[in-house]
T-cell receptor, first 115, second 115 residues
Framework: AQSVTQLDSHVSVSEGTPVLLRCNYSSSYSPSLFWYVQHPNKGLQLLLKYTSAATLVKGINGFEAEFKKSETSFHLTKPSAHMSDAAEYFCVVSGRTSGTYKYIFGTGTRLKVLA | GAVVSQHPSWVICKSGTSVKIECRSLDFQATTMFWYRQFPKQSLMLMATSNEGSKATYEQGVEKDKFLINHASLTLSTLTVTSAHPEDSSFYIC???????????FGPGTRLTVT
């Protein structure tokens, strides 16, 4: 069975400083992993995805994530936070259950960016 | 590509009435569609999975008679909340997967308020 754990429910950073949002996963086979961002009262926007190609994945808006199998981690990073990055971030693993792929969501990390 | 729309984006209805939410895949054929519910400051909760022409598969604890799902074509799924009550007020999000079954594309969500 697959599972995902987001290690921080809230993260605060100052504008212009690095962002690190942590995600650990559990999977019995090579997983597909995703990071999504959700701004208030909006739907989910895909930031980036890992599907067994390059372990360092670059996404939109300067975000990237590194798949580390030995650590079962897929942490999201950004070198310099912007005020517009303030949002909820979800780490997701895609797993197959009874013949259907389903998403398993993390509990989310709320990113606050301080001026 | 891979755009999913939802309609309406926001709806208010009176207690006891029914409301229908539409989810459409605009530029691809959706073999599977998913309906999620999201409470404030929480992660997404999968309600049901549907394949075109088949009955929906509901997650444990979701009332199938209350949340009617129809997936009549490869581009359209509908969620009908029957006899709505204030506790059904929530943010409902649909998603769809196509040929790459491991990845879902999300609609922008529908905010339902039951008065």
């Amino acid at each position: 069975a697959q599972s995902v754990t987001q290690l921080d429910s809230h993260v605060s950073v100052s504008e212009g400083t690095p962002v690190l949002l942590r995600c650990n996963y559990s999977s019995s086979y090579s997983p597909s992993l995703f990071w999504y961002v959700q701004h208030p009262n909006k739907g989910l926007q895909l930031l980036l995805k890992y599907t067994s190609a390059a372990t360092l994945v670059k996404g939109i808006n300067g975000f990237e994530a590194e798949f580390k199998k030995s650590e079962t981690s897929f942490h999201l990073t950004k070198p310099s936070a912007h005020m517009s990055d303030a949002a909820e971030y979800f780490c997701v693993v895609s797993g197959r259950t009874s013949g259907t792929y389903k998403y398993i969501f993390g509990t989310g990390t709320r990113l606050k960016v301080l001026a | 590509g891979a755009v999913v729309s939802q309609h309406p984006s926001w709806v208010i209805c009176k207690s006891g009435t029914s409301v229908k939410i539409e989810c459409r895949s605009l530029d691809f054929q959706a073999t599977t569609m998913f309906w999620y519910r999201q409470f404030p400051k929480q992660s997404l909760m999968l309600m049901a999975t549907s394949n075109e022409g088949s009955k929906a598969t509901y997650e444990q604890g979701v009332e199938k008679d209350k949340f009617l799902i129809n997936h009549a074509s490869l581009t359209l799924s509908t969620l009908t909340v029957t006899s709505a009550h204030p506790e059904d007020s929530s943010f409902y999000i649909c998603s769809a997967s196509g040929q790459a079954a491991y990845e879902q594309y999300f609609g922008p969500g529908t905010r339902l308020t039951v008065t």
